[in-house]
């Protein structure tokens, strides 16, 4: 292990600290590198630089907790005693193999659900570079990069992916793209001059290189701090498998159902052997009723109707371009009620966009999406025709491809950058002007350059064409202004005034205060280019501003908007600057002008307590860590929120484990945020989210429906059963067996088709279903023991009625008609459950399913009793046609009632109203 480096750095990390003091307390030369003796103790000491992984639960494992299931364990005994009477009787046990086979049918079921293989360490493992080129002994060798140790040094260069955290130095305008770690587009200017404070975010720690990041440019040398789990990359390992998935509200709500019926089933069963037994009945008899009391209690077919359902909800979220990954998270999207969003990638374009231009004459738009060259530029909303002739504009365009060392290139049709994001903007800008970069590279080949660093703030070129030779410089706007004594107004070169000077840096503040970059332009004719550029850097002429930020997708607003009117609050959570993460909040509706907004640094002082408190009113949270994230995610959850969290960088990935459900970007996303959601967004579209929540919500307001239709059926048909022995039968209307058919078939597929109803048009336009919500509320529990007793009394009495007449065949058939009136009843109440409206009211045709598992449930149902094997293996008997019509008479008179109700509850609301 690694992690013992940590202990180098616990008082004063790297990134405080000079050069000087850094290789003093590594041991290390800064020129020769580390000797063979002390690499090998170190290795010894610090382990190999990869990063560790937890044993997971083994699949054995995994299935035998399956069974561990409160209603399993209940049929798994019940199973057990059937058995056993059946030896005793020397009957073959048909009833204990078909229960047994319905155990083991679910333990399947939530084995296969459950034993997706923990990915996430093995998309992190993906980001380790194979090699690294190191210098030990005086010698530059090429090592594995599992063998770097704290105080190697190592070369660097553009295309390099870097192989360890480490201190920069020496530096020659080596840029890195650390977007996969913290998370945002912008590259970083590396320098190892630099000594910051202790507290800097992970963002701008300038003089560091982090494991798993990209060199774009320059070339430069570090020494390694830390490997391994001590790295910045390890410390999101150690968090991914610190994270436990917290249970969904489904699997909560089943765990709560599971329980009830368990306890209540146990105490009706107990209840009833005693009166039994006080009562003088035989023990035999009244074990038989127990056990099919304990089958009728268990809807044995749910979880596999829950299953499908949610798989069935995972296909139309595909259709709507939102891949869901766990299948519980299709009902737990239904009772999300806070959205903490990563800003770059997700609620923005994760393309620097140049959006505005200010000259001396002109303040020009620049519209356009991504780096394509679709688009425009206007001048108070009038279209330039040919930007190109405006000489002003024109200046700084030519300044702007010319010192520029990035590439535009189509990929599959869509623009990339190869190169450094903001300069990527500037070409794009320049191609919707109608220029072309490569023709005017070629027309005014670069000479001499002095490249960007964080000290001098500017990069410089000259570049000659014809007998002209041209400077262009871009950078900071103060550090570019300030070496500018002219301005380019028109075609005129004028002197530029104390005045202008201020006007200038006002529209730069202002530009800033909204959260936008700025890059200020300049150039003049000079000779023959010296070796240091530097001492041409006076006298420029001021050319322009150029505004750029990473741009909110244009949907987004308005995706934000309806979760507001659905009671989901959203919640950006970025490592961007506080100014653009607030800029960008306010354009979207996130916050409001005034809002707080908690930047790293302050979030690192605010105790637990403090940050559960601000999570209540603060909505921007910026130059953040991944520590950071999982705090604040936390926090939501302990103020009773139910939280999902998006993000597409491998500094999500802990954060979208612990969210209530994380959901990822399936085009930017790393695959290591990927591997740790439940969802992946197929077109990185915020507005995604909304049409996978309403999904969501009537998957689970579906789940209610059959719910309430199952159980209520279910327990009529443990009062019919209970009431037997008390009514001088001398047997079970029901058998296991019959009990299993009506769980299975006759309830299954009837709920099969509930489950595929359509959701209600005002679906969005209420708050989330509580997560904390028990299965049996509003009003769903009374409903399932009001419409259990209305069909278990009905029953009762038809059984009662049917066992003591003396005419025809009604003495000998009274358990099939109670059998198969229950089936038929059942018909109707689905019918019934699928709308609070009156049957008449809905469209018979909007669920074609359910009619037709209503009728091929129906002709099932008869087969069974007239098909001389299924009469033998279920224990029924052909009915005659006049005890058939008593059976459709009574469920119908049941679904008449059902519908009763409904006139009932539908006059009390207008009364109220």
Request: proline letters at 6%; glycine letters at 8%; hydrophobic letters at 45%.
């Amino acid at each position: 292990m690694s992690l013992p480096a940590v202990e180098l750095w616990r008082n004063s990390p790297p990134h405080s600290l000079s050069v000087a003091e850094v290789l003093q307390r590594l041991g290390t030369d800064g020129h020769r590198g580390l000797a063979a003796e002390a690499i090998a103790q170190r290795r010894q000491q610090w382990g190999d630089n990869v990063l560790q992984t937890k044993s997971a639960r083994s699949r054995w494992g995994i299935l035998l907790d399956q069974f561990t299931n409160t209603m399993l364990l209940m049929l798994i005994g019940v199973a057990l005693v059937s058995a056993a009477i059946d030896l005793i009787k020397r009957e073959f046990p048909k009833d204990a193999i078909a229960i047994f086979s319905i155990v083991v049918l679910n333990g399947l079921l939530g084995y296969l659900q459950e034993s997706k293989a923990e990915a996430e360490l093995a998309a992190l493992k993906k980001l380790a570079v194979p090699t690294a080129r190191v210098w030990r002994q005086g010698q530059l060798q090429e090592v594995p990069s599992a063998a770097l140790v704290p105080g190697d040094l190592v070369a660097l260069e553009a295309g390099d992916y870097i192989a360890a955290d480490g201190r920069v130095l020496e530096s020659q305008q080596l840029s890195v793209r650390e977007g996969a770690l913290t998370g945002e587009a912008q590259s970083v200017i590396k320098t190892s001059t630099l000594v910051l404070p202790p507290t800097e975010p992970l963002g701008d720690r300038r003089n560091m290189v982090f494991q798993g990041t990209e060199v774009l440019q320059g070339r430069g040398k570090f020494v390694v701090v830390a490997t391994g789990m001590a790295t910045e990359l390890g410390k999101i390992a150690t968090n991914l498998q610190e994270v436990e998935d917290p249970p969904t509200p489904l699997q909560q709500r089943m765990g709560q159902l599971s329980r009830v019926l368990v306890w209540g089933s146990l105490s009706l069963v107990g209840l009833v052997v005693a009166i039994g037994l006080a009562q003088g009945g035989d023990f035999l008899a009244l074990l038989e009723t127990s056990l099919s009391m304990a089958v009728a209690v268990v809807p044995e077919g749910l979880p596999a109707v829950i299953t499908v359902t949610l798989a069935l909800g995972t296909q139309r979220m595909a259709k709507r371009k939102a891949l869901i990954r766990n299948l519980p998270a299709v009902e737990t999207l239904g009772s999300v009620t806070t959205i903490c969003s990563d800003k770059t990638g997700t609620l923005t374009q994760n393309k620097m966009v140049v959006q505005g231009l200010q000259t001396v004459r002109h303040r020009v738009t620049v519209e356009g999406e991504g780096y394509g060259p679709a688009g425009r530029l206007t001048v108070a909303g009038q279209p330039l025709v040919n930007p190109a002739d405006e000489p002003e504009l024109c200046s700084l365009l030519q300044t702007a491809v010319l010192c520029n060392d990035a590439q535009l290139q189509q990929n599959n049709g869509a623009w990339e950058v190869l190169g450094d994001p903001t300069e990527g903007a500037l070409l794009t800008l320049a191609t919707r002007a109608g220029l072309q970069p490569p023709a005017l590279h070629a027309k005014f080949p670069r000479q001499a350059e002095a490249g960007f660093t964080s000290e001098r703030k500017r990069m410089s070129v000259v570049c000659a064409g014809g007998d002209r030779r041209v400077l262009h410089t871009k950078g900071s706007p103060e550090w570019v202004l300030a070496r500018c004594a002219f301005r380019l107004s028109g075609t005129a070169i004028e002197p530029l005034t104390a005045h202008q000077r201020q006007e200038i840096l006002r529209v730069n503040d202002e530009w800033a205060a909204q959260g936008i970059r700025v890059l200020g332009f300049a150039h003049r004719e000079v000779g023959e280019p010296p070796a240091d550029l530097t001492v041409l850097e006076t006298d420029l002429v001021w050319l322009g501003l150029a505004g750029m930020r990473d741009a909110p997708r244009p949907e987004v607003a308005r995706a934000i908007a309806t979760c507001y009117g659905a009671g989901i609050r959203t919640v950006m959570i970025t490592g961007d600057h506080p100014l653009t993460a607030q800029a960008i909040a306010l354009d979207l509706g996130i916050c409001h002008r005034g809002d707080r907004a908690i930047a790293g640094p302050e979030l690192q002082t605010l105790s637990d307590e403090a940050l559960r408190q601000a999570v209540a009113t603060v909505n921007v949270y910026a130059r953040v860590s991944p520590e950071h994230k999982l705090r604040i995610v936390r926090a939501f959850q302990q103020q009773g929120e139910f939280v999902a969290m998006t993000g597409d960088g491998v500094n999500d990935a802990p954060a979208l484990k612990q969210a209530n459900i994380g959901i990822a970007m399936g085009i930017t996303g790393t695959d290591v945020a990927k591997e740790a959601s439940d969802m992946v967004l197929l077109d990185d579209n915020f507005a995604t989210i909304v049409a996978a929540a309403e999904e969501g919500r009537a998957v689970y307001t579906n789940i209610r429906r059959f719910i309430k239709y199952i159980l209520g059926s279910n327990l009529g048909e443990v009062l019919t059963v209970a009431a037997a022995p008390f009514c001088g039968l001398p047997t079970v209307p029901l058998t296991p067996l019959q009990i299993l058919w009506m769980n299975l078939v006759t309830d299954g597929l009837p709920a099969l088709a509930l489950a595929i109803e359509p959701s209600e048009p005002e679906v969005m336009e209420r708050p989330p279903y509580p997560p904390q919500e028990s299965i049996f509320a509003s009003g769903l529990g009374a409903y399932m023991v009001r419409i259990g007793l209305i069909f278990g009394l009905a029953t009762v009495a038809l059984m009662v009625w049917a066992y003591r007449q003396t005419t025809g065949t009604w003495h000998q058939h009274w358990s099939t008609v109670v059998f198969t009136t229950l089936c038929l009843a059942q018909m109707g109440h689905a019918l019934a459950a699928r709308s609070d409206k009156l049957l008449i009211r809905v469209n018979p045709v909007s669920n074609p399913a359910l009619l037709g598992a209503v009728a091929l449930t129906t002709v099932l149902q008869l087969i069974l009793l007239y098909v001389p094997p299924l009469q033998t293996f279920f224990g029924t008997a052909p009915l005659a046609p006049e005890e058939l019509a008593v059976c459709f008479g009574f469920s119908g008179a049941l679904l008449l009632w059902l519908e009763g109700e409904k006139v009932l509850r539908q006059g009390r609301h207008r009364g109220r109203s």
